[in-house]
């Protein structure tokens, strides 16, 4: 798989850069054929990684992966840019085209974004799950105190109601609902009781009649045995009639779960990992192991040799650099530069560097022959620089096309040559079991170039010595000649205050950091404590269930712009999430995303898609959302959260930072922002409690404002570079209300905006099984699926997941054998839930239209439909102005 993955690699470097420039591809559906192909590609070396057991086939085969994964990004970057800035790419008819199913868009998430960094992973949720608990602890241990405090007080009162305030009176329909469901509860206790008071009278009754009518011995035997009887003749006469089945070909043959393939390939992998990742005697440790005892060996046979070698070119060097009027021997490069490596190997002259080499020979020979020449050269040199500034000029005006980055060309080319000169031909060290070991003879030419290194810094700080007892000794021959020996004093003098003051004038202004006197510990425990920083629920991107619409470029050709399918989300937030936050080259040299917006209804997903992106990238997840930082840090010290957040997320890179109800911290009118602190009853009661335990009055606020965090959010996000590995993700169901002013400062944030849409017919087919499935159940082969998609239109995801959840109780899945689902089972359960108001969903349609890259297609639409109808529209504009000056 690995052969032919690089083979195919090669081929593709081929297809992007032909011979004849006319043959590159240039069109949408080219780049989206090689992006395919791409995809194709990275999915046959992530699977080749993840089966790969030899440590040195794999460091090479995952620089392959990389470099690959980097360069199907920098495509799908590139796509989005022809597709007029659209994220979504509609790619049905051509998938129709190549004759390939939706699931090659699928983009998989290499499994060693996790495997690799097991022990790390499982460490830190070890030590968050220790900080959690001692949280919890704490809370009920300051809410026992609270209330014993509470009680004390109301004591001394001698008036206990008073103790603790009833609240804001309830509204009308509250208090309805309060009571009607109280009545409910009481009258379902009542019922239950009575229930299993007349269930225990029956049984009673069944025992009296039971013990009444006695059987004997031979009777009771004989219904025992004729009872076991029917049952073995019943169980045999089914496996003949499915015997019979079978032989006619009704019926599929049962597999045997030993001999199932693909159960064996599951076990034959589980065994692959087992070995690989054996902390004690796997793979890995036996070749980190290796690398230990081959590098000492290494060290120990040619560690002198290579000393020798370096000393020898060092003093050869220091020899032919000797000033050879005062004797003095020139300085050793300093270690920042290189060191003796500069020595060891010169660096290579840069094109300016020559040119100006050439300059600089051109114009001494110009001296030495006198005016003529120099006239000579300075008419080409004229001519050169007239026909350079009209080169130029041209340049300008014709204009450049932009062109696709190519950052992950060279590792690309770079990565099949080493493949084909490392390990094309070379057989495997462990022969043909899979339990390959490392190659020692490979390992060792791989560490001799660290060992190089390592005595190449001994020897630099050996010679730095000698060169310093050499110069004490030409200085002091110098000065006895001379008789000048106070002359070193000064000058040394001179020299020391010189580079005090180079020093001093060098340091630049640094902004000041609050927590440098603090330990990265420290600032974990204290986030973890406040539940800031929490353990993200192990959720897989495939738990986002739905699949790929069919009439995207259909909808497209006729003028419209149509919603995402789930399966391009989760295509989208792997591409620009979960891959950019696993690779740190990818970070590094894609475009860099440093925060995604998802918008969309209530129960869409968008919560369950910022934990799977903090999963499946082995991310810490920070929860700065409004409603889970209120009555931590209040007033000024939100500087203080935001700045510790960011600390600990750049170190402890990958994060993903999440906020939600996120539109509501760009809100700046205080009018609306006092309203979303206590809209909700539970959030009134919230600050009530709040109030009660901190002392407050009742006129006073207990809750902070949402948008407190936004001047300092802002701020953290600017410092955020390529490499840092932080990915700010947003979910928002009101996006709208960030509106006029406040809508600018919204939208700019976000480098990506996705928009969570409603599941479609065809998602809904999907999404029922699967939710089903989850939970535990399956539905009948002959169940009515299409008419529960249809009756469902409407309802978000989760409402769909809340339906079956309160469906399959552990008594219903026991039944289900028994007594199949049917629809109008659904439908008793389907009622409990809202859908979704159509006017949530228009007004959520309304604001994506104002988003930056469908305002510009809009608003070009717009511009050409009013140039089309310019003429008329002119005319009428002539008889209204004169309609008013006839008024006037």
Known sequence: ??????????????????????LAPKELSEWACIYIKYLQIFRKLEAAYDQMLQPQKRQDMRKALEACMGRMLEIRHWLVKLNRGLDFVQLDDLLVDLKVT?????????????????????DRDKFLQVLLEKYQQANQQGAADAGAVVTSNSSKQGNSANAVSSGPPLLPEEAVAVIIRNERGRQARERTRLVASAKRSRAVEERRR??????????????????LRGCLWRNRVRQEANQELVFVGMKPQPVDPKADPQAIEARHLLARKQQLLDPEHGTLRKYDDAVVSLKAKVLETEGEDMREAIQDKINAWFIANRNPQTGEYPDLPPEEAGGSKVILQPPLLSVEELLADEAAAAADKSKKGGKPGAAAAKKPAGKDAKGGGKGDAAAEGSGTAEVISSAFIPLIEGAVAEYIGKWQERPAPGGASWEQQHDPELLKDELRPLVFEEVRQQVDEEMRTLLAN?????????????????????????KKGAGGKKAKGGKGKKKKDPTADRSMESLFAELASNGVLVSPPKVELADYLGGYSFMGATLEK?????????A?????????AILPLGSQLAHERLPHIKSLLLYGAPSTGKTMVAQAIAHLSGSCFFDLSPRNTDGHYPGKAVAMLLHMVFKVAKTMAPSVIYIDEVEKVFVSDKKKAKEFGGQEPFSRIKMELLRELKGLAPGDRAAEPFSRIKKELLRELKGLAPGDRVLLVGASREPWLAAKKDEKAFMGVWSKALQMPLPDYAARRLIWPGLF??????LAYDFDLSTLAQLSEGYAAGA???VVSGLLTPVRRERLKMHPVDIQEFLHWLCRVQAVPQQVDEALHKWADRTPALAAIKGAAADKAAAAAGGGGSKKGAKDEKGKKKMK
Request: charged fraction near 35%; glycine fraction near 6%.
């Open 800 to 802: 769909l997941d809340a």
């Open 558 to 566: 006729a003028g419209i712009i149509p919603d995402p399918s789930l």
């Open 102 to 122: 939706p699931d090659v868009l699928e983009v998989p998430v290499p499994r060693y974004f996790i495997e690799d960094r097991a022990k790390e992973l499982n």
């Open 1 to 22: 798989m690995w052969r032919e993955a690089m083979m195919e690699l090669l081929d593709q470097l081929e297809a992007e850069n032909p011979e004849d420039p006319a």
């Open 568 to 576: 391009q989300i989760r295509q989208a937030v792997t591409e620009f």
């Open 773 to 778: 499935a989850r939970h535990g159940g399956k």
């Open 210 to 227: 039971q013990a009444g009518v006695a059987l004997s011995k031979d009777e009771a035997v004989t219904k025992i045995q004729s009872m």
């Open 470 to 494: 050499l110069k004490e000794l030409v200085a002091a021959e110098a000065a006895a000649k001379a008789g000048k020996k106070a002359k070193k004093k000064k000058g040394g003098k001179a």
